[in-house]
T-cell receptor, first 115, second 114 residues
Framework: AAGVIQSPRHLIKEKRETATLKCYPI?????VYWYQQGPGQDPQFLIS???????DKGSIPDRFSAQQFSDYHSELNMSSLELGDSALYFC??????????????FGQGTRLTVV | AQSVTQLGSHVSVSEGALVLLRCNYS??????LFWYVQYPNQGLQLLLK??????LVKGINGFEAEFKKSETSFHLTKPSAHMSDAAEYFC????????????FGKGTHLIIQP
């Protein structure tokens, strides 16, 4: 079965550079969530989209932006990267929002290292 | 606002022994509760979830969890641990709104002793 695809799997950037992370949800899933997981930390919610519209925003820095496109894939754009942005970034998708008990399926994550 | 507390950042059990990972939640509305497992450098895999109905929920790999509203708990158990169960386990909660996704606990690292 198709799963959530994230690319790239690994990314190394220098401070002050920009990075773009991509997420391809499971076919027919209309909701995408982005999470950031620092070393040894629990995943923290960044932002979510439902039907190509932003539905909620969490602890996402102003330097980050995201969008969901017409084919439902999503991109997380990160600018002016800082060392503290080094983390594992997860994308999750669901059919409908999780609040209905709908299951969220997670991608493998993109490991971003800022040097 | 909702939150999740997982007691014990590390839990060590012997192979074949009972696994018990504790999770308590707070939520102002009836919660939806989840347990996820994460193997090193991997994504999060759903073990089980509670939405409504039966309070004892069975999941994959022999795990189960019981929702106890009076105790605001959703502890994860497995009767007999296998070496392959060694991983990080996250308890998570979402509310009926759900637009902000899941709120995770800090995670419990399960160590299996041979």
């Amino acid at each position: 079965a198709a799963g959530v695809i994230q690319s790239p799997r690994h990314l190394i950037k220098e401070k002050r550079e920009t990075a773009t992370l991509k997420c391809y949800p499971i076919p027919r899933h209309d909701t995408v969530y982005w999470y950031q997981q620092g070393p040894g930390q629990d995943p923290q919610f960044l932002i979510s989209f439902y039907e190509k519209m932003q539905s909620d925003k969490g602890s996402i820095p102003d330097r980050f932006s995201a969008q969901q496109f017409s084919d439902y894939h999503s991109e997380l754009n990160m600018s002016s990267l800082e060392l503290g942005d080094s983390a594992l970034y997860f994308c999750a998708s669901s059919f409908g929002i999780i609040g209905g008990g709908t299951e969220a399926f997670f991608g493998q994550g993109t490991r971003l290292t800022v040097v | 606002a909702q939150s999740v507390t997982q007691l014990g950042s590390h839990v060590s059990v012997s192979e074949g022994a009972l696994v018990l990972l504790r999770c308590n939640y707070s939520s102002s509305v009836p919660p939806y509760l989840f347990w996820y497992v994460q193997y090193p450098n991997q994504g999060l895999q759903l073990l089980l979830k509670y939405t409504t109905g039966a309070t004892l929920v069975k999941g994959i790999n022999g795990f189960e969890a019981e929702f106890k509203k009076s105790e605001t708990s959703f502890h994860l158990t497995k009767p007999s641990a296998h070496m392959s169960d060694a991983a990080e386990y996250f308890c998570a909660v979402s509310d009926a709104g759900g637009a902000d996704g899941l709120t995770f606990g800090k995670g419990t690292h399960l160590i299996i002793q041979p």
